[in-house]
Nanobody, 123 residues
Framework: VQLQASGGGLVQAGGSLRLSCVVS????????MGWFRQAPGKQREFVAT???????TYTDSVKGRFTISRDNGKNTASLQMNNLKPEDTAIYYC??????????????????WGQGTQVTVSS
């Protein structure tokens, strides 16, 4: 499976962006889809995950501001980001994982990754 992420950009604090991840080669519904981010000098960190049945999980710092979703018809996963803060600045990556893992909040279960899209939030 191949993933293509897009939608990043420069936005002022309080603004919004919508990231998209197009899945090719397999159906998006076959996977747990995750979004991770990596800021300069930091490790890649978990942002959000959506499971097969639509259940979602978020890291605490984005709860209430970010929404992960999946469109099986368009074979995409998206991350709607509202009320962005400067600390959200990072490269954002989408990723796909199969069943069988107990914790999808780490990079380990994800076997396919998009190329990353830069999100920069100015204060």
């Amino acid at each position: 499976v191949q993933l293509q992420a897009s939608g990043g950009g420069l936005v002022q604090a309080g603004g919004s962006l919508r990231l998209s991840c197009v899945v090719s080669g397999r159906t998006v519904g076959d996977y747990v889809m995750g979004w991770f981010r990596q800021a300069p000098g930091k490790q890649r960190e978990f942002v959000a995950t959506i499971y097969w049945g639509g259940y979602t999980t978020y890291t605490d710092s984005v709860k209430g501001r970010f929404t992960i979703s999946r469109d099986n018809g368009k074979n995409t996963a998206s991350l709607q980001m509202n009320n962005l803060k400067p600390e959200d600045t990072a490269i954002y990556y989408c990723a796909a994982a199969l069943r069988g893992y107990t914790d999808y909040r780490t990079p380990a279960p994800y076997h396919s990754w998009g190329q990353g899209t830069q999100v920069t939030v100015s204060s």
